[in-house]
């Protein structure tokens, strides 16, 4: 008999969870643990309950997810993460995959195309819409090493011009307007893209592309 994988949702409109729990649920392989509207309870409940599958809004009222996707994968590295979203998303599925994600979903996606997706990663695979594939777009491709892309925003590459020239995490705050503990955050998505784990490292990285003038996109 298949596990029941146990489920924490995180949005911010509760009807909505509520419905998303009742198709999951309807078949008796999915059980619904948590229903979280703010990421700081989604993180608690995800660091406490260890969930097989988190379902999350792209966007609540705090931010978006790619603040938070990184630490709460880490503090649960067993679960999965959906993350919905209210356009097709293309563009975001590599950066989020990269914080953690295991898929995506539009939001106006069928109950069958969700439960699909979900059951797909149940058997080591992810799903992803053929219409991707018919207008040409290939998501996975390696953003990690000097031959890759690097997929930084353009705060994030902002901040790392300023770090390469020797400015204060400090400073770099106040220039941008954020808290010092901002700036903590926006440095683990970087050493995510960038594949590195130290500040010299993605020094020695982001300056390198510098100097062959390759574009980094925003």
Known sequence: MMKVWQVVIVGCHPTSMLGTKL??????????????????EGASSVRERQPDLVLADYYLPE?????????????????HFVVMTNE????LLQPLIELGAS????KGASPSQLLQLIQGLREGFLSLPLTWLEKGYWPITSSKGLDGILQMTQ????????????????????????????????LRKIYVKLDVSTRAQAIEKFALYSRQNRKIYA
């Open 103 to 106: 898929g995506i979903l539009y």
């Open 155 to 186: 705060t994030e590459t902002f901040i790392m011009e300023r770090i390469v020239q020797g400015i204060t995490y400090d400073k770099i705050a106040l220039e941008i307007e954020v808290s010092r503990r901002s700036i903590d955050n926006y």
């Open 63 to 79: 931010g978006a997810v790619e603040n938070v996707l990184f630490d709460m994968k880490k503090s649960s590295p067993v679960s």
């Open 88 to 91: 097709d998303g293309r563009e």
């Open 23 to 40: 198709i999951l649920e309807e078949g008796g392989e999915l059980q619904v643990i948590g229903m979280c509207s703010t990421w700081s």
